[in-house]
């Protein structure tokens, strides 16, 4: 799993960090906002083969082997430096 930041923040996530929940549970952080950071802009299944492309003010694609594998509670590295939160979609 892969997430990314209005702010140009991205990380990628290995599946086995997503416990199995059962019927109530109340779900897990992937992301914690900074004012940096911003809201998450998007986030997607994918694998080593893949090509991202942000979309925003600077759109820039990225190779899934580029983004850092990180864990769950990380904030992330940052994939394109912005003096704005202007990332709008991936």
Known sequence: VSVFTEGGYGKKIAISEFPLQARGGK??????????????AGAAMINNEDIILLIGKNSICISATDI????????????IQTQVKNIVKI
């Open 27 to 40: 779900g897990v952080l992937v992301f914690k906002e900074t004012p940096t950071s911003g809201l998450i």
């Open 68 to 79: 850092p594998a990180l864990g769950r509670q990380s904030t992330g590295n940052i994939m």
